[in-house]
């Protein structure tokens, strides 16, 4: 026992001497497919960081909800289950209304606003995750948000009572104010739900439906509200980040730069491309009308309200940052 003691203080004395760190591994939890523009980009960025780290950490992707499912992401990394993982925000605002800022419908209606919207409320997301141990890397938008749907939408009645799929309160808000009938579904399981007939509309990307090949599942028509372009955030466990050595932590965040700026021109690209995508699949691609817009709008505004008194004061110093 005394020569093992011995013998394990020898060999750490000399790792510190050496200034070795031991190689680290992450696990990083994905919920989105391994095709889908955020995984691709989250598994460059890995791949960057692994092989420039010189061995002393590696981080595995794991995509399409493999090791934890959209809905559980936060908390494992929260906890340390997982050292590092990829989240929509917005669906984090129990967590921290700020954290949906970015889908307030016609708060940012596009990508230049999208980026002083994100700019104006990082440092105060940053704080908030910080005090529930996290550190941030970076976030990259979806493109913008439109209505898909089974049947043709011309007026707000035809909306009333739809099976709508949600995937935050404010998807699920609304809904509410619209008359439909939401329920939150993750991505993982859109086209079982729309296959089931368990819901027949929902607001996302044309990336989502693309990806999903909505159109094999009923769904004929796509409306481009583009009212919004809500994020996707990737945050590490702060116990996994103090492990490593201060070149390492500098890598990571001059990796997560590149990987933020690459994320947001994929987002835009996509947000053209898509649309072609579902048109070439037989969709009809279109705007909304006036009296739907007019309706959006008010549903917006109505939100807006609300979740200014959910914000508070912090809520009210970074939107005074963004306008
Ligand atoms: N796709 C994700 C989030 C936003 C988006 O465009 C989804 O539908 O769940």
């Given at each position: 026992m005394k020569l093992f003691k011995l013998f394990t203080f020898l060999i750490s004395s000399v790792l510190l001497f050496a200034n070795v760190s031991l190689a680290e591994k992450w696990d990083m939890a994905l919920a989105?497919?391994?095709?889908?523009f955020h995984s691709a980009n989250a598994a460059e960025f890995a791949k960057n960081v692994s092989e420039k780290s010189g061995g002393k950490l590696t981080i595995v992707t794991h995509p399409g909800?493999?090791?934890?499912k959209g809905g559980e992401i936060f908390r494992a990394v929260r906890t340390g289950q997982a050292q590092i993982g990829e989240r929509f925000m917005s669906a984090l605002g129990k967590e921290d209304p700020l954290l949906e800022?970015?889908?307030?419908?016609?708060?940012?209606?596009s990508y230049s606003d999208a980026m002083k919207l994100y700019k104006a409320s990082k440092p105060e997301i940053i704080k908030g995750l910080e005090e529930k141990g996290l550190v941030f890397l970076y976030a990259v938008p979806w493109p913008a948000q439109g209505l898909y749907s089974k049947k043709e939408i011309n007026s707000v009645s035809d909306l009333k009572g739809l099976k709508f799929r949600a995937y935050n309160s404010a998807t699920i808000r609304i809904a509410e104010l619209t008359g439909m009938a939401p329920t939150k579904i993750e991505a993982a399981e859109i086209s079982q739900a729309f296959s089931t007939g368990a819901v027949e509309s929902m607001i996302t990307s044309p990336t989502t439906g693309k990806n999903k090949k909505i159109?094999?599942?009923g769904v004929k028509y796509f409306y481009d509200i583009a009212a919004w372009f809500p994020k996707n955030m990737v945050i590490v466990h702060r116990g996994a980040w103090n492990k490593l050595d201060a070149a390492t932590q500098e890598l990571i965040m001059k990796e997560a730069a590149v990987a933020e700026r690459k994320g947001w021109d994929l987002s835009k690209k996509g947000n053209v491309a898509d649309k072609k995508v579902l048109a070439a699949a037989g969709m009809q691609v279109g705007k909304v009308n006036s009296e739907l817009q007019k309706h959006f709008q008010e549903v917006g505004a109505t939100m807006a309200g609300e979740w200014k008194k959910k914000a508070g004061s912090r809520g009210a110093s970074v939107l005074a940052a963004y306008n």
């Open positions: 989105y497919g391994a095709g889908n909800g493999s090791l934890f800022i970015d889908s307030q419908p016609f708060l940012a209606t159109w094999e599942n």
